[in-house]
């Protein structure tokens, strides 16, 4: 079992700038396979960035330049720096884990374990 829990959300301005920390459970982090999700008020949870267990790096079209994600397995943590926020932007994001992670996953089914979420709102 995996034990993810977020950290970092809050409220900002737009233009301005969070960054959201991940901790993670378990002695095998280095092979999970990671993703940020979010889900706005009465949408479908979507896909965020994702990074696989060699570092490489996926994103939504919609973050894309503004978002980075990145693992630090010495933590067992994996952060997502969000940058030029835009009140779209605002949602609960959640960090996920999929054991033996060498794809990059962009789906919700990619992913055994979630955590609770933490909240982002950006104002305009």
């Known amino acids: 079992q995996v034990q993810l829990v977020e950290s970092g959300g809050g409220s900002v301005q737009a233009g301005g700038s969070l960054r959201l920390s991940c901790a993670a459970s378990?002695?095998?982090?280095?092979?999970?396979?990671m993703g940020w999700f979010r889900q706005a008020p009465g949408r479908e949870r979507e896909f965020v960035a994702a990074?696989?267990?060699?570092?490489?790096?996926d994103y939504a079209d919609s973050v894309k330049g503004r978002f980075t994600i990145s693992r630090d397995n010495a933590k067992n943590a994996v952060t997502l720096q969000m940058n030029t926020l835009k009140p779209e932007d605002t949602a609960v994001y959640s960090c996920?884990?999929?054991?033996?992670?060498?794809?990059?996953?962009?789906?919700?089914?990619?992913?055994?374990?979630w955590g609770q979420g933490t909240q982002v709102a950006v104002s305009s």
């Open positions: 990074i696989n267990l060699s570092g490489n790096t």
């Open positions: 996920a884990a999929q054991p033996l992670g060498l794809r990059l996953g962009v789906r919700i089914s990619d992913y055994s374990y």
């Open positions: 378990g002695r095998a982090f280095s092979t999970y396979g």
